[in-house]
């Protein structure tokens, strides 16, 4: 059973850069990170491969959001940069097995997620 802990969550002004992390009891496939906004759907946001270190990202985040892993501390991060009020949401880290999917289906195992607000 792998576990994820997420944190760095906060509450920032719009345009400030924050950055989440996500320590993992293990790497398997696919490392990634999913937000829920209240009242909304969970959605996804970026995905890395641990091989390979392939990467994807929502087209709401590219360009802003970086997502990366540290093999030596089994953590994997994601790099936030101008930040608007949209980006506020619970962000979840997830890991998958075998595939590198934007469908929340497609994870094995969830963290129990870190807040951000960002504020105009």
């Known amino acids: 059973q792998v576990q994820l802990v997420e944190s760095g969550g906060g509450s920032v002004q719009a345009g400030e850069s924050l950055r989440l992390s996500c320590a993992a009891s293990?790497?398997?496939?696919?490392m990634a990170w999913f937000r829920q906004a209240p009242g909304e759907e969970r959605e996804w946001v970026a995905a890395?491969?641990?091989?390979?270190?392939?990467?994807w990202y929502d087209a709401s985040v590219a360009g802003r959001f970086t997502i990366s892993l540290d093999n030596a501390k089994s953590t994997v991060y994601l790099k936030m940069n101008r930040l608007k009020p949209e980006d506020t949401a619970m962000y979840y880290c997830?890991?998958?097995?075998?595939?590198?999917?934007?469908?929340?289906?497609?994870?094995?195992?969830w963290g129990r997620g870190t807040k951000l607000t960002v504020s105009s």
């Open positions: 997830a890991e998958s097995r075998r595939t590198c999917t934007l469908r929340a289906s497609g994870y094995n195992f």
């Open positions: 293990e790497f398997t496939y696919c």
């Open positions: 890395m491969t641990f091989l390979g270190g392939s990467t």
